[in-house]
């Protein structure tokens, strides 16, 4: 399945589409790392414990019940997302990070950004739980920030 993304121009909306229709959002903050997203139904919030560590909450929508958990490597770039017990490996293909996969014990999802210049791309995929496509993404999100801070 592909799925296609599109962020505003400061990169703190992230609107997720399956063909010309929205199926998913992906909502930040400029000024703080928390996040909330919608796929397919499933809502999340995403809440670091601090804008330098290395571990990101997922919670429902509310922001109470614990449904799992991003661990960043920031020296490889790469992170384990662990959801509902189940673990994912996120990493970027490339230096350009351009491209970046997240793999499971039984599918893999593929994002490409379509340029530099524009905050806009697709996701492939076949079976990948809606909730961890939203988590990949939030990841590649945190990593441009974590960059953009230490540079």
């Not at 400061?10 to 703080?32: H, Q, Y």
């Not at 490597?73 to 490339?94: D, M, R, V």
């Amino acid at each position: 399945m592909t799925l296609t993304w599109k962020s505003s121009w400061i990169g703190n909306e992230c609107r997720i589409f399956r063909g010309k229709v929205i199926v998913g959002l992906l909502k930040t903050s400029a000024w703080k790392t928390d996040a909330y997203g919608e796929l397919n139904g499933h809502l999340l919030t995403f809440k670091p414990k601090g804008f330098w560590n290395s571990e990101t909450k997922i919670l429902d929508i509310e922001g109470k019940n614990e449904l799992g958990k991003i661990e960043y490597n920031f020296w490889k770039s790469t992170a384990l997302i662990t959801y509902q017990q189940i673990s994912y490996e996120w990493k970027f293909n490339s230096w350009k990070r351009m491209d970046w996969d997240i793999k499971g014990p039984e599918d893999t999802a593929h994002f490409v950004k379509k340029s530099m210049w524009n905050n806009e791309g697709t996701i492939e995929y076949d079976s990948m739980p809606a909730p961890i496509i939203l988590a990949a993404m939030y990841v590649q999100i945190h990593f441009i920030r974590m960059t953009a801070a230490a540079s």
